[in-house]
């Protein structure tokens, strides 16, 4: 059974940081692009980075870079997002999802707050 | 940045109904696009990809068609098991992108 586990989110205040973690099992991890996609509160989904296979590649929306780094570990078969200067308009669920030709996967997301 | 246009960005429909759902791109994408159904407190599931392929598993009333700017996603015969929010999603190229959205709600 394939499984995507994010964990690492919770209550942060504005300018602080986070690292979130995905954990993937049933399928074959260092196949997969893996990709980080929000979703704020009652809002639509905003993709927010992804990851080539080797790590070779990585790509993010504007309002994130320089704030939010995308890495893996093939080894442990897990995705992270090290989110550092944190604002209110980050706070959402964050998905991570891999992506192999005709397939793609995602986990069931975790939860950031940013407020004081 | 590719715009997403996606519309309607809500419906009301019967179980039956055929229900057709559009996504226009603000420039070109091929055929580089995806349809994803999301469900309440869910994540989002893919429905179609590749513009107009279905996902294995996928029942056969849900069709994606489109190339280019304007895309459709369409649903035969509406079931119970629909009502959801669609979502195109884009990538062709940085940033991904999705359209808005279209909830679909019980008449």
């Known amino acids: 059974e394939v499984q995507l586990v994010e964990s690492g989110g919770g209550l942060v205040q504005p300018g602080g940081s986070l690292r979130l973690s995905c954990a993937v099992s049933?399928?074959?991890?260092?196949?997969?692009?893996m990709s980080w996609v929000r979703q704020a509160p009652g809002k639509g989904l905003e993709w927010v980075a992804n990851?080539?296979?080797?790590?070779?590649?990585?790509n993010y929306v504007d309002s994130v870079k320089g704030r939010f780094t995308i890495s893996r570990d093939n080894a442990k078969n897990s995705l992270y997002l090290q989110m550092n200067s944190l604002r209110a308009e980050d706070t959402a669920v964050y998905y991570c999802?891999?992506?192999?030709?005709?397939?793609?996967?995602w986990g069931q997301g975790t939860t950031v707050t940013v407020s004081s | 940045d590719i715009q997403m246009t996606q519309s309607p960005s809500s419906l009301s429909a019967s179980v039956g109904d055929r229900v057709t759902i559009t996504c226009r791109a603000s420039q070109g994408i091929r055929n580089d696009l995806g349809w994803y159904q999301q469900k309440p407190g869910k994540a989002p599931k893919r429905l179609i990809y590749a513009a107009s392929s279905l996902q294995s598993g996928v029942p056969l009333r849900f069709s994606g068609s489109g190339s280019g700017t304007e895309f459709t996603l369409t649903i035969s015969s509406l079931q119970p098991e629909d009502f959801a929010t669609y979502y195109c999603?884009?990538?062709?190229?940085?940033?991904?992108?999705f359209g808005g959205g279209t909830k679909v709600e019980i008449k």
């Open positions: 999802a891999g992506t192999r030709s005709v397939v793609d996967v």
């Open positions: 990851m080539k296979q080797d790590g070779s590649a990585k």
């Open positions: 999603l884009q990538h062709n190229s940085y940033p991904l992108t």
């Open positions: 049933g399928l074959t991890f260092s196949d997969y692009w």
